[in-house]
């Protein structure tokens, strides 16, 4: 069964950083490309951002507005994806899912979602 | 990249078919044949219904289907039943090799 599960969501201050997890299972990680996306609550989905595979040398790719705000890292060993997320305001409040689409399958998966609260 | 255009919200009775519609430009929606459709239920993660334009994964109802014309994706649900009150996003993959969504469309059924 695959499963992604996001974790280390938190309470944090404007201008802080914070950093998310997802580990995964069920499925070869190892070359799967795995993506972020958020929802604020009441608005709607975005995309940050994914990160490929070794092979092609852990490629980047971010959403225009996401840029140095974001960044994506994985290890392979552990099966995880994190999402660096830095400077945070209000307006990042939400949240946090890592998805990830599965050729084999047809069809992507989604974590259920880590909450991030920015506040003071 | 802008968000993608969509109807703030529909309705329609049980019985019905209704069309949510979803535009970009040719640089998104328009240039590329990888548009998708989520469902969202309060409190769950996205569901994909609708993949490739017109692909359904395995187990998705029939009753939902894709569409498109230019720059313009559709989301046609026919039948409309009481639990596909959600909300729907597009979704399209765009010419900077990012991915953008819609702004979404809360379905309302009478």
């Known amino acids: 069964e695959v499963q992604l599960v996001e974790s280390g969501g938190d309470l944090v201050q404007p201008g802080g950083s914070l950093k998310l997890s997802c580990s995964a299972s069920g499925f070869t990680f190892t070359v799967s490309t795995m993506h972020w996306v958020r929802q604020a609550s009441g608005k709607g989905l975005e995309w940050i951002g994914q990160?490929?595979?070794?092979?092609?040398?852990?490629?980047?790719i971010y959403g225009a507005s996401m840029k140095g705000k974001f960044t994506i890292s994985r290890d392979d060993s552990r099966n995880t994806v994190y999402l660096h997320m830095n400077s945070l305001k209000t307006d990042d409040t939400a949240r946090y899912y890592c998805?990830?689409?599965?050729?084999?399958?047809?069809?992507?998966?989604w974590g259920q979602g880590a909450l991030v609260t920015v506040s003071s | 990249q802008s968000a993608l255009t969509q109807t703030a919200s529909v309705s329609g009775s049980p019985g019905q078919s209704i069309t949510i519609s979803c535009t970009g430009s040719s640089s998104d929606v328009g240039g590329y044949n990888s548009v998708s459709w989520y469902q969202l239920h309060p409190d769950k993660a996205p569901k994909l219904i609708i993949y490739d334009v017109t692909k359904r994964p395995s187990g998705v109802s029939n009753h939902f289907s894709g569409s498109k014309s230019g720059n313009t994706a559709s989301l046609t649900i026919s039948g409309l039943q009481a639990e596909d009150e959600a909300d729907y996003y597009c979704c399209s993959y765009t010419s900077s090799s990012t991915w953008v969504f819609g702004g979404g469309t809360k379905l309302t059924v009478l």
């Open positions: 998805k990830v689409w599965l050729g084999e399958l047809a069809s992507d998966y």
């Open positions: 990160i490929g595979i070794k092979t092609n040398n852990y490629p980047t």
